[in-house]
């Protein structure tokens, strides 16, 4: 019965080879010979030199990546857990509202929000910084985390739980030694979708971030101009491409069995 099988694969690899196209694409350009780049003869490196030796440099644009995804992956982990334990595992006044209201915030376009984010920031001391960048890309991964954590939670037998308490756990003991192993799926999913959305935001930055040293890598590669008439050096722009891209790639395959299983979770309870 193989052949049933054959469709879904030809669709499958037809979907794979539509969504790799842009990024092989961009890995041979920034190698290929172009004019208006530093890779103008032959294949090589080139493009790569011109971006590591941008403004500040490379490594520190990637340092800010680094800090301000960590960062909004550590709260985001840190505050959907609890928030998707108290929805699942408690009963109080108004949970179910209170959930919806949460859920409500992704109906929000979040670059509405942004200048009142600015205004309050600035008020905070954190206007132009790499944490209140990371603060604001956490409260934007919240409601779908929370939604995720909740489901994940809600995926495990009550009776987990209520054994742990019997055996003489707190709340929060039974959360840190039954509970969090048992949704370790969903919290991987909700940090890798942190980590990507965090790792590529471009708008956010934009607006929160003034000084050129603490701008993250994809605003970097967008204001990777020849100052010369506004002309765009594509060779050093699609280096850039490439090693923003690297990392959520690799991330990905290296986490994608947990990934689809924090996914089914929500599928599987019952």
């Known amino acids: 019965m193989s052949w049933i099988k054959t469709p879904q694969h030809v669709l499958a690899g037809g979907l794979a080879l539509i969504f790799l196209f842009p990024l092989a694409w961009a890995a041979v350009a920034s190698v290929s010979p172009q004019g208006g780049t530093a890779q103008t003869d032959g294949w090589g490196f080139g493009n790569y030199v011109t971006l590591a030796n941008y403004q500040a440099g490379i490594g520190q644009y990637l340092i800010n990546s ?24 408690f009963t109080f006044p108004g949970r179910n509202a209170l959930f919806l209201v949460t859920l409500a915030i992704l109906m929000v376009p979040y670059a509405t929000l942004l200048i009142p984010l600015y205004v309050l920031l600035n008020q905070l001391g954190l206007q132009n910084s790499l944490i209140g960048l990371s603060l604001v890309l956490a409260m934007f991964q919240l409601p779908f985390a929370v939604f995720m954590m909740r489901i994940s939670f809600e995926a495990i037998p009550a009776e987990l739980r209520e054994a742990a308490l019997i055996d003489g756990c707190g709340s929060f003991r039974a959360l840190r030694h039954i ?44 204001n990777m101009r020849q100052q010369v008439m506004g002309i765009v050096d594509f060779g050093a722009t699609e280096a850039g491409v490439v090693v923003l891209a690297l990392p959520c790639v690799l991330l990905f395959l290296a986490l994608q069995r947990h990934y689809v299983r924090g996914f089914m979770s929500g599928a599987l309870k019952g």
Do not use: E, H, Q, R
Request: aromatic share 8%; charged share 5%; no cysteine.
């Open 179 to 222: 509970l969090v192993p048992a949704v370790k799926p969903g919290l991987i999913t909700v940090g890798l979708f942190a980590f990507l959305a965090a790792w590529n935001d471009f708008i956010t930055p934009l607006v929160l971030i003034s000084d050129s040293d603490k701008a993250p890598l994809p605003l970097a590669v967008a």
């Open 66 to 89: 680094i800090v301000v995804s960590t960062l909004t992956v550590a709260v985001t982990l840190g505050v959907s857990l609890l928030g998707g334990y108290a929805f699942a595992m």
